[in-house]
């Protein structure tokens, strides 16, 4: 990725992380200084900055601010008409599944480095009916560990108001809990205000998890007209990204997030506002097809299933609608020429 290529949206993600750090005391002009990005800008329409620009602001802003847990603060603080239509789905999706996934397909409009996140299956189901989301992100900073600390704590912070504000809390089980890599910091203050029942630290892995039905169970539906015309609206605009998202991206990401093993053509195309025909000769220009990509997708949830989570082998069949284990083991082994076993004994 050309890490100087203008492509981020300068009314999006960067202006919400100046107005955080200004609301956490940093002047405007010590934030700006050394980004290219003049306050000029603001007012204009479709102004967009590099990744480069991008970081030297949040590395003003670390400066000026600079305290433990800073990221959580700024997330907690973020507010969600920075990353453009989607931010709204918070306040009308029916459950948190959806919103999840449709942060997940138009997060790319704010941040298009987002793109290879959209690309890939994430959360799984585990034991016990949990819903598990990894947080183990990688960023376009590995390189930099405060920045790449400041961006792991804005994104935990960012999913879990998205969980509260999108997970069914009439279940029996409304509890969210998250467990952390990092070992036990000197002070928990920064977390304390974070909307979550508990948080373990010097974990294996880090994740959020909550119950399956606070995460799948619908509530407010007198809301789901608007949630999907918000989602049309994105989906209009993630069309003018042709060039870095292609309509097959579009529609892997549509299908993963509707995911059945008879999911239908139509199903998809009227989500995407296209029809069956022109989805299907616009994926053949693109040299595929909706059959090729939704076994693709199968194959892919059903992989991420196997390696992150305890369900059987079995229930893990019955999930992604295969007949049998037996034809699982068949399905992974031609797909990615490793055995089941193998697959799991490499995640340890």
Known sequence: MDFDARVIPLHRHPLGFIEAFEQLGAQQNDLLRGTGVTPALFDMQDVR???????????????????????????????????????????????????????????????????????QPNSYLDANNRVFEPLDYATACEDDPVMRRFILDFRLAISLRIWDLCGNKSVNDPSVHVRLTDPQPESLAP????????????????TISGHLELVFKRFRRLRQRAFDQIVRQCETELSSLSRTVTFADRVRWHIRAHFRPDLQLGQVAGPMNVTPRSLSRRLN??????????????????SHQLRCSRLSVEDVSELTGFSCASSLRRAVKNWSGATISEMRDVMG
């Open 191 to 206: 977390y304390q205000s974070l909307p979550c029942d508990s948080i373990t630290f010097g974990c294996e892995a880090s």
């Open 49 to 119: 900055i590099s990744y480069n620009q991008l970081h030297a602001l949040i590395g003003n802003g670390i400066r000026q601010c600079d305290r433990p847990g800073l990221g959580l603060e700024v997330g907690m603080r973020f507010d969600w008409t920075y990353w453009g239509p989607v931010g709204f789905v918070v306040y009308c999706s029916t459950n948190l599944k959806d919103a999840a996934e449709a942060f997940r397909r138009y997060m790319v409009t704010a941040q298009p480095f987002y793109t290879q996140a959209a690309a």
């Open 285 to 302: 220009a693109e040299q595929t097809s909706f059959r090729k990509l939704l076994h693709e997708v199968r194959m892919e949830i059903a």
